[in-house]
Nanobody, 124 residues
Framework: VQLQASGGGLVQAGGSLRLSCAAS????????MGWFRQAPGKEREFVAA????????YYTGSIKGRFTISRDNAKNTVYLQMNSLKPEDTAVYYC??????????????????WGQGTQVTVSS
C-alpha cells in the first residue's frame, strides 16, 4: 500500500489542523493505521493509532484530549484532527499502516508502510 500524507502547515498556538493520509490499494480496510511525528533533533514519536474498522483508537499521553484519529475506509483515508495546538507539537507528521494486531500497533511497533510526511509548525 502507498500512503500520501497532507494537510500540514503553519498555525498559531491554540489553532487547529487536520491531517489526511490517503492510501492506494484495495486492502486499506485491512490495516490498522497510525500517526507518528518527528521534531528536529528528536527521535520519531508514536502519536495515535486506529484499528482497521475504526472501532478502537489509542493516543499517547501528550496529545490525548487534543488530537482525534479517524478513518473513512470508503475513501481509503485516515485523518488526524489536531486541536489546541502547542509549539511543542511542531514536527513532521507521518502516517503508517500495519497488518499486525492492535496491541502491537498501539505500542508504536509493527508498521510496514509509511507515508512521506507533512510538516506541522506551531508558532507561539
Amino acid at each position: 500500500v502507498q500512503l500520501q500524507a497532507s494537510g500540514g502547515g503553519l498555525v498559531q498556538a491554540g489553532g487547529s489542523l487536520r491531517l489526511s493520509c490517503a492510501a492506494s490499494g484495495r486492502t486499506f480496510s485491512s490495516y490498522a493505521m497510525g500517526w507518528f511525528r518527528q521534531a528536529p533533533g528528536k527521535e520519531r514519536e508514536f502519536v495515535a493509532a486506529i484499528s482497521w474498522s475504526g472501532g478502537s483508537t489509542y493516543y499517547t499521553g501528550s496529545i490525548k484530549g487534543r488530537f482525534t484519529i479517524s478513518r473513512d475506509n470508503a475513501k481509503n483515508t485516515v485523518y488526524l484532527q489536531m486541536n489546541s495546538l502547542k509549539p511543542e507539537d511542531t514536527a513532521v507528521y507521518y502516517c503508517a499502516a500495519s497488518y499486525m494486531d492492535f496491541n502491537t500497533v498501539v505500542a508504536g511497533r509493527g508498521y510496514h508502510y509509511w507515508g512521506q510526511g507533512t510538516q506541522v509548525t506551531v508558532s507561539s
